[in-house]
């Protein structure tokens, strides 16, 4: 039970307690709502990969319980007296981090995820020094600046996944130029037809990008055409196919986790195209040299995105009507959802219905 002097209220909740892969009905404390702080009723939380890996202790860096959740949709109960811009009865929701120092060259530019003292909405350890405790519970305490506001029009459950899956996509496209007047007609590969995947695609599509995916399996070819609108499909198991969009896409957006080698996928890249990693393997990836130089490309990475950038994504998301395709979740199911994540079996992403119309909590 947490021992933080400021944590004061009740809350339920779902945690791992070891690494048995499941999580079970834990009841712990939240601090008290302070003067910058929101209060929310957690109504939905996604489930995302991570999850899994810190249930299962994957790196190596879980802390005991913990309550997994940083895709967190609600309504605000409470607001500090420091707080104008939230009122009770607001749509909102948190995302991957909680906490920055607030002070650093990178939270002045609103790339809060890039501080060197970037607290993780579960997992990690807040200003206090407490244990954060992450969205599978029915409450939860944010501090403003990591509070995004959720548009009118995207429903709460299916909006959920975008603070993390899409954020992650979305941060890296408008960095590099894909959603604006530079990316209208280039084209984008997207590795890996998933969680981060189709997200991406919706992505370029509504910003008018030509999309391939690019996948191993054959089963996703109709799935990306047909429900996703990409315009092309590639497979990446077959040499004919990966040889004939030999240099074609200006950009690749690689979202699969598993280990795999970035030099087939370098040479669907054009001279001079930009290769952006988002998923992390557990080991390294193989980056042979040649397609890097021949073709002048470039390799980089990206981690989720900015309180700012989260809150544009959002509103973007809210007028092309951009949401994540869910399969919702009740809370007496969630570790059949954790075993079926574990086998990657889910479109596209589960989304617990912890506090809504629903909701079995
Ligand atoms: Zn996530
Ligand atoms: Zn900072």
């Given at each position: 039970m947490e021992v933080t002097p400021n944590h004061t209220q009740t809350v339920s909740g779902w945690a791992a307690t070891?690494?048995?892969?499941k999580v079970a009905p834990f009841i712990f404390k939240r601090r008290e709502n302070g003067v910058d702080d929101v209060t929310i009723k957690v109504e939905y939380c996604g489930m995302c990969h991570t999850d899994l890996h810190f249930v299962n202790n994957d790196w190596g860096i879980t802390m005991y319980p913990v309550v997994p959740g940083h895709e967190i949709t609600g309504v605000v109960t409470k607001v500090g007296t420091?707080?104008?811009?939230f009122k009770a009865g607001d749509r909102v929701g948190v995302g991957c981090i909680s906490g920055s120092c607030l002070d650093c060259e990178h939270c002045a530019r609103?790339?809060?995820?890039?501080?060197?003292?970037v607290t993780l909405t579960y997992n990690g350890v807040f200003w206090d020094g407490s244990v954060t405790y992450g969205g599978y519970s029915g409450m939860f305490v944010a501090n403003k600046r990591f509070l995004v506001r959720i548009p009118d029009s995207l429903p709460l459950d299916a909006a959920a996944p975008l603070l993390c899956a899409g954020i992650t996509v979305y941060s890296p496209m408008k960095q590099h130029g894909m959603l604006d007047q530079r990316g209208a007609g280039r084209r984008l590969g997207v590795v890996g037809l998933g969680g981060l995947g189709h997200v991406a695609v919706k992505f370029g599509k509504a910003f008018g990008l030509r999309v391939t995916v690019i996948s191993?399996?054959?089963?996703?070819e109709r799935e990306a055409r047909e429900n996703l609108m990409a315009d092309d499909f590639v497979l990446s198991t077959d040499q004919k196919q990966m040889q004939a969009m030999a240099?074609?896409?200006d950009y690749v957006i690689d979202t699969v986790s598993a280990s795999h080698s970035l030099g087939p996928i370098l040479e669907l890249l054009k001279v001079n195209g930009k290769l952006v990693l988002v998923a992390a393997p557990d080991k390294p990836v193989e980056l042979p040299s040649f397609p890097l130089i021949f073709g002048k490309r470039t390799v980089s990475g990206s981690m989720t995105g900015g309180m700012k950038e989260t809150q544009e994504m959002m509103d973007l998301c809210g007028e092309h009507g951009i949401t994540c395709d869910i399969e919702l979740v009740f809370t007496d199911r969630i570790n059949d959802a954790l075993a079926r994540l574990a086998r990657n079996d889910v479109r596209y992403r589960f989304v617990l219905d912890i506090g809504g119309s629903n909701a079995r909590l």
């Open positions: 070891d690494e048995s892969g420091n707080v104008s811009t609103s790339e809060e995820n890039y501080c060197d003292k191993t399996s054959p089963a996703k240099r074609s896409l």
